[in-house]
């Protein structure tokens, strides 16, 4: 009986001996926010996590030495952000709150509970943005619907279809930096 007890723990403890073919690193951290007003106290919980993923590459994978040197490569960085505000949580894999120009204008982009709102310089709601399945935005503002996307410069670039002419035009939102 002994024998078969020592016979399966070893088996156990092997399992976990096995090398990483990835580096992961993660780290959380959680911001709390209490705002009081005359409506009462509310708690805005912030939850950003970050996580780094590198695969571990050897220099020399074919040679017999047994201590092997590690070659660089690269570190894919994701981050995810958890908003909770009222009991609803939403989650933001970035943040593209922002103050964008167009033609001289400064809009404001910022975060609402279903996608961003957009607002004119003075203040006004002119449009939404909602994300889609595909890591792209439907910009809706008043009859006007159209298609975006932030490009690598995190400009916001809108494609609407005119129906008249049978074309796309292309407009491009500057961040402000």
Do not use: C, W
Not at 11 to 39: D, G, M, P, R, Y
Not at 125 to 139: D, G, Q
């Amino acid at each position: 009986m002994k024998i078969i007890v020592l016979g399966m723990a070893a088996f156990l403890f092997s399992l976990n001996i096995q090398a990483q073919n990835k580096n992961v690193k993660t780290e959380v951290k959680t911001n709390i926010t209490t705002i009081k007003n005359s409506q009462g106290e509310k708690k805005l919980v912030e939850t950003k996590e970050i996580k780094e993923v590198q695969n571990l590459e050897l220099n020399d994978a074919d040679s017999s030495i047994l201590n092997k040197d590690v070659k660089e490569s690269p570190v894919e960085v994701t981050a995810t952000t958890k908003i909770t505000a009222d009991g609803v949580t939403k989650v933001i894999d970035v943040d593209r709150s922002a103050y964008y120009e167009l033609d001289g204008k400064k809009y404001q982009v910022s975060s609402d509970k279903k996608g961003y709102s957009v607002f004119m310089p003075d203040g006004k709601k002119s449009a939404v943005l909602r994300k889609t399945s595909n890591n792209n935005y439907i910009y809706k503002a008043g009859n006007v619907t159209s298609f975006g996307h932030f490009n690598s410069d995190g400009n916001m670039i809108l494609e609407t279809y005119d129906d008249k002419t049978d074309t796309i035009t292309i407009t491009t939102y500057h961040i402000e930096k």
